[in-house]
C-alpha cells in the first residue's frame, strides 16, 4: 500500500477535520492548515499513506498544544457503553457467539473520526449482522482462534474499543488469553490506555500500548517491548485500516478485521467503498 495521488486531498480533508474538532478559531485552522502543505508536498510516495499522516496530525497537535480527538474519543466511549449490555447479550445468546462478536467489532470500526464527521453506528451494526462481508476469512479465523494459546489484538479507535471487549470477552470465554494494544500517545481517535480504561477493557485482558504515536501499526517505530511481544505472539488480530495499511508480516498470522473507508484502499483490493472485511494475511 502506497501513497497514491487520489491521497493528497484526502491528507488535507483529514487535516481539516482535526482543526475543526481542535479549536473554533477559524484564523488559526487557516493559519495552521496552510502550514501543513509543505508536509503534505513532503509525503513520501514510496510508503503507505500513514507514514505521512503520522507526521501531520503530530504537528497539527503540537500547533494546537492539545489533542483535538479527546473530546469526542470520551464522548464515542460512552456512546458505546451504552450499546455495551445489549450487543454483549446479542452475541452471548446467538447460534455462533464468536461469529457475532466478530461482525460487532467489524461494526465498531465505522467510528472513525479521523475520517468522518458523522457516523451511523445502528445501521452499521445491522448490515454487519444481516449481510455478507465482502472478504470473509471467518473459517481460517474461527480455528486461528481455537488453536492458539494467546492473542495479541492491536486496537484501533476509541468508541470502538468497547465492540472489541465484546469479541476479547468472547474470545477469552473459550479459555485464551488476549494481550490487547493500545497507543503509546494520542493520534487521532485512536486508542490509548486511558481509553481502555474508560471502556472497561483494563479489567477484562492484558492491556500493554506500543509506545508510538504513529498512524497504524508501524513497527520500526514501536518500542523494544512491543516488538519483544509482537514477535513472540503466533496470532494477531489487527484491528482497522490503517493498520492493514502499515502492517505486513508473511512469517505470522495476522487477521485483518477492518471496514474499506477511501476509494484507494478500496480500488487496491477489487472492492466497493465501505466494504466490511475479516481477511487472512
Given at each position: 500500500?502506497?501513497?497514491?495521488?487520489d491521497?493528497?486531498p484526502?491528507f488535507?480533508k483529514?487535516?481539516?477535520?482535526?482543526?475543526r474538532?481542535?479549536?473554533?478559531?477559524?484564523?488559526?485552522?487557516?493559519k495552521?492548515l496552510?502550514?501543513?502543505?509543505?508536509?503534505?508536498?513532503?509525503?513520501?510516495?514510496s510508503?503507505a499513506?500513514?507514514?505521512?499522516t503520522?507526521f501531520i496530525?503530530?504537528?497539527?497537535?503540537?500547533?494546537?498544544?492539545k489533542?483535538?480527538?479527546?473530546?469526542?474519543?470520551?464522548?464515542?466511549?460512552?456512546?458505546?457503553?451504552?450499546?455495551?449490555?445489549?450487543?454483549?447479550?446479542?452475541?452471548?445468546?446467538?447460534?455462533?457467539?464468536?461469529?457475532?462478536?466478530?461482525r460487532?467489532?467489524i461494526?465498531?470500526?465505522?467510528?472513525?473520526?479521523?475520517?468522518?464527521?458523522?457516523?451511523?453506528?445502528?445501521?452499521?451494526?445491522?448490515?454487519?449482522?444481516?449481510?455478507?462481508?465482502?472478504?470473509?476469512?471467518?473459517?481460517?479465523?474461527?480455528?486461528?482462534?481455537?488453536?492458539?494459546e494467546?492473542i495479541?489484538?492491536?486496537?484501533?479507535?476509541a468508541?470502538?474499543?468497547?465492540?472489541?471487549?465484546?469479541l476479547?470477552?468472547?474470545i477469552?470465554?473459550?479459555?485464551?488469553?488476549?494481550?490487547?494494544?493500545?497507543?503509546?500517545?494520542?493520534?487521532?481517535?485512536?486508542?490509548?490506555?486511558?481509553?481502555?480504561?474508560?471502556?472497561?477493557?483494563?479489567?477484562?485482558?492484558?492491556?500493554i500500548?506500543?509506545?508510538?504515536?504513529?498512524?497504524?501499526?508501524?513497527?520500526?517505530w514501536?518500542?523494544?517491548?512491543?516488538?519483544?511481544?509482537y514477535?513472540?505472539s503466533?496470532?494477531?488480530?489487527?484491528?482497522?485500516?490503517?493498520?492493514?495499511?502499515?502492517l505486513?508480516?508473511?512469517?505470522?498470522?495476522?487477521?485483518y478485521?477492518f471496514?474499506s473507508?477511501?476509494?484507494?484502499?478500496?480500488?487496491?483490493?477489487?472492492?466497493?467503498?465501505?466494504s466490511?472485511?475479516l481477511?487472512?494475511?
Amino acid at each position: 500500500m502506497k501513497v497514491h495521488l487520489d491521497c493528497f486531498p484526502c491528507f488535507l480533508k483529514q487535516s481539516l477535520i482535526a482543526l475543526r474538532y481542535g479549536t473554533k478559531d477559524k484564523d488559526l485552522q487557516e493559519k495552521i492548515l496552510k502550514d501543513l502543505l509543505e508536509d503534505v508536498q513532503m509525503a513520501d510516495t514510496s510508503r503507505a499513506p500513514a507514514y505521512a499522516t503520522t507526521f501531520i496530525h503530530k504537528k497539527i497537535r503540537e500547533s494546537l498544544k492539545k489533542d483535538p480527538f479527546s473530546d469526542i474519543k470520551s464522548e464515542y466511549n460512552q456512546i458505546a457503553l451504552k450499546l455495551y449490555p445489549y450487543l454483549m447479550k446479542k452475541a452471548l445468546e446467538s447460534e455462533d457467539p464468536l461469529w457475532t462478536a466478530t461482525r460487532l467489532a467489524i461494526a465498531g470500526n465505522v467510528i472513525d473520526f479521523g475520517i468522518f464527521t458523522s457516523v451511523d453506528i445502528e445501521g452499521t451494526i445491522k448490515r454487519a449482522l444481516n449481510n455478507p462481508l465482502s472478504v470473509d476469512d471467518y473459517g481460517s479465523f474461527r480455528t486461528a482462534i481455537y488453536e492458539a494459546e494467546e492473542i495479541l489484538y492491536l486496537l484501533d479507535n476509541a468508541g470502538e474499543i468497547v465492540f472489541d471487549r465484546i469479541l476479547i470477552e468472547t474470545i477469552q470465554s473459550n479459555n485464551k488469553k488476549v494481550v490487547a494494544v493500545v497507543k503509546g500517545s494520542a493520534v487521532i481517535n485512536d486508542c490509548t490506555m486511558e481509553d481502555a480504561r474508560e471502556a472497561g477493557l483494563t479489567g477484562v485482558c492484558e492491556i500493554i500500548d506500543n509506545g508510538s504515536d504513529a498512524v497504524g501499526t508501524i513497527i520500526e517505530w514501536t518500542s523494544h517491548e512491543f516488538q519483544k511481544k509482537y514477535r513472540g505472539s503466533p496470532l494477531v488480530i489487527s484491528k482497522g485500516q490503517a493498520n492493514f495499511e502499515t502492517l505486513r508480516d508473511p512469517e505470522k498470522t495476522i487477521f485483518y478485521l477492518f471496514q474499506s473507508k477511501c476509494e484507494v484502499i478500496s480500488k487496491e483490493l477489487g472492492l466497493s467503498l465501505g466494504s466490511m472485511i475479516l481477511k487472512k494475511s
